[in-house]
């Protein structure tokens, strides 16, 4: 069965090299970026299907990212991965389109399981979609 691909785009190399890890672990393919500008050259070259994303990048922040990829990719889903944890940027994320926002720290596990449960509802919905209703 085809892995899905994944950009996880943040500037903390700790952390990048983290979840990348994690991720291929679990059967993903990766691909990954420091900076904003980097990250949509990835976007177009590596085609994910879905993205983590911090905010505070440099180059292009992670919102002109997010608006960027719901301008031109609407599938491609969004995990914003981020310090800001006021309730305004949570806010702020999810009405420019993340499909989930979590705050740093995290945990690498429920990081892991909110990346599986999108993959699930995108491949069921997917599945759903190519059911003709009934006459």
Avoid: Q
């Amino acid at each position: 069965m085809k892995k899905e691909r994944i950009l996880i785009v943040d500037d903390e190399i700790d952390l990048l090299n983290l979840v990348d890890f994690n991720l291929t672990r679990k059967g993903y393919v990766t691909s990954s970026s420091l900076d904003g500008l980097d990250a949509i050259r990835k976007i177009e070259g590596f085609k994910p299907e879905m993205i983590i994303l911090d905010l505070m990048l440099p180059n292009m922040d992670g919102w002109k990212i997010c608006e960027y990829l719901r301008e031109r990719k609407r599938e491609i889903k969004v995990i914003m991965l981020t310090a800001k944890a006021m309730p305004e940027d949570r806010l702020k994320g999810l009405e420019i389109g993340a499909d989930d926002y979590i705050t740093k720290p995290f945990s690498i596990e429920e990081l892991i399981i909110r990346v599986d449960k999108l993959f699930e509802k995108r491949r069921h919905e997917g599945c759903n979609k190519d059911l003709t209703p009934p006459s």
